[in-house]
């Protein structure tokens, strides 16, 4: 991570300069101040990456800028100056919070070496707290279970693609397991040692979207306390998996647009291009010829993320998978809850069989965890996996209309509150309410007093 801005504090013009020549040669945005209370000011209204300053000054020492810099913006790096002799105070600055010291006479040698420390420190600040943001549940599977023989093409394409650098559009229902081929198309990549960075575009608020993707200056906006890196940064050299990227506002598409097409932007607030080298990697469950023509996604955005197009079938179209991805979630809730090894029973396997999955691998998962909880012995017993028959399942028209009824029940359940409906439905707001205005207006009426008797 490079060193975008620094702040310089010392009273001493020739000083002052010298300085600044140093680190502008590393290309870095320089600000100076010639006494700790213009410090103090800047340091309020800005934000730096490091903060060089002198100890001992007119109005503020260096201590009570180190301070302020902390209530700033705690992770500003701190140089103090010091005189020679004067090894105390050094020790003192260091006791409360600064990153280095430089004793007076120090030549350009020490400024280099210490600028050269402060990049690597910047770096582990900015890793560490992508790895805060990113805690989630969701697990990478190493080994991909692929016994139907579509599945098995899609992993022979998969590995092919992973070569190329070009975008890829990963379409497939909801629960099909797009992000585990999105991560396994990272992983047998050339950047496979470098950053997988995912962006959930439905989870996101709109108002924060565009921070998520280009990051922000501080005091861009009302709540920017500080600098924060976004996901296009932090992919450089790496991936950008881009999940659900039809449920991206329109109004951000453009900027979106060209920051891919040209591989460049700037952060909310600020005026310095940044140029990014990303591999993207997109998923929807959408029908994207539906969602173009109703302009809910810009046809030029799709054509540029879609350069290697990737079709994941639903699961029940791939039976070959269910009972090997069934014993799969099998052993892995066994090595998660505890307890003795568990089978699936005959009945079990033709119950699931028989199933048609409209949740897809995500509904298996779930399925095969509920029967290991309530088993109390080594069989799982067909009456543990809590799904409908294939006869039941038959006799609805299209499991487009099954999702409409189960969405209208939800609704009805929470006295049409969308956001709690949401969230037992496992989908964001902007997907339910996207849902429920591509239903026609007599469909959906009549559809909603049909479910509600």
Do not use: W
């Not at 420390?117 to 080994?143: G, P």
Request: charged share 30%; hydrophobic share 40%.
């Amino acid at each position: 991570m490079p060193i975008e801005k620094a702040l310089i504090v010392d009273d001493e013009k020739i000083l002052r300069n010298f300085l600044k020549e140093a680190l502008q040669r590393h290309g870095i945005k320089v600000t100076l101040a010639e006494d700790g209370r213009q410090a103090i000011d800047l340091i309020k209204s800005n934000s730096f990456d490091i903060i060089i300053t002198d100890m001992k000054m007119p109005y503020h020492n260096g201590l009570e800028v180190l301070k302020q810099a902390k209530i700033a913006d705690k992770n500003s790096l701190v140089i103090l100056i010091t005189a020679h002799g004067s090894i105390e105070d050094a020790v003192e600055a260091i006791q409360s919070g600064a990153f280095h010291y430089l004793i007076k006479p120090f030549s350009l040698d020490e400024i280099e070496a210490v600028l050269e420390k402060t990049k690597e420190h910047l770096n582990l600040i900015h890793e560490n707290n992508f790895l805060k943001e990113e805690i989630t549940t969701y697990t990478s599977h190493e080994n991909v279970i692929a016994y139907d023989p579509a599945m098995k093409q899609l992993l022979k394409k998969a590995n092919q693609i992973a070569k190329s650098n070009a975008s890829v559009f990963i379409s497939g229902e909801s629960g099909t397991g797009k992000e585990v081929i999105a991560s396994l198309i990272h992983r047998l990549s050339k950047r496979c040692n470098e950053s997988f960075i995912t962006v959930n575009c439905a989870a996101i608020p709109d108002t924060l979207i565009e921070s998520e993707f280009f990051g922000h200056e501080k005091g861009a906006f009302t709540g920017a306390l500080q600098k924060r890196i976004g996901r296009f940064e932090r992919a450089d050299r790496g991936t950008l998996f881009l999940d659900e990227i039809t449920e991206t506002p329109v109004s951000l598409q453009p900027k979106l647009l060209r920051a891919i097409q040209e591989m460049e932007f700037e952060r909310l607030g600020g005026n310095s291009t940044i140029k990014v080298d990303v591999r993207f990697i997109s998923t929807t469950n959408r029908n994207m010829e539906e969602a173009i023509k109703s302009k809910l996604f810009r046809e030029d955005l799709y054509y540029r993320l879609n350069v290697l197009p990737i079709h994941i079938p639903p699961l029940r179209h791939r039976k070959k998978d269910i009972i090997p991805l069934a014993e799969f979630f099998i052993q892995k809730y066994i090595t998660r809850h505890g307890g003795v090894n568990k089978r699936l029973t005959d009945d079990s396997k033709q119950k699931l069989l028989g199933y048609h999955f409209p949740g897809n691998v995500r509904e298996l998962n779930n399925v095969i965890e509920r029967a290991i909880v309530l088993s109390e012995n080594n069989l799982i017993n067909a009456d543990l996996l809590f799904i409908e028959s294939k006869d039941k399942a038959e006799s609805s028209t299209s499991l487009k209309e099954i999702e409409k009824v189960h969405i209208l029940k939800t609704l009805q359940k929470v006295n049409d509150n969308k956001t709690k409906a949401a969230k037992i439905l496992g989908i964001s707001v902007r997907t339910l309410r996207n849902k429920i205005s591509s239903y026609s207006k007599t469909g959906f009426n009549k559809a909603k007093e049909n479910s509600f008797h």
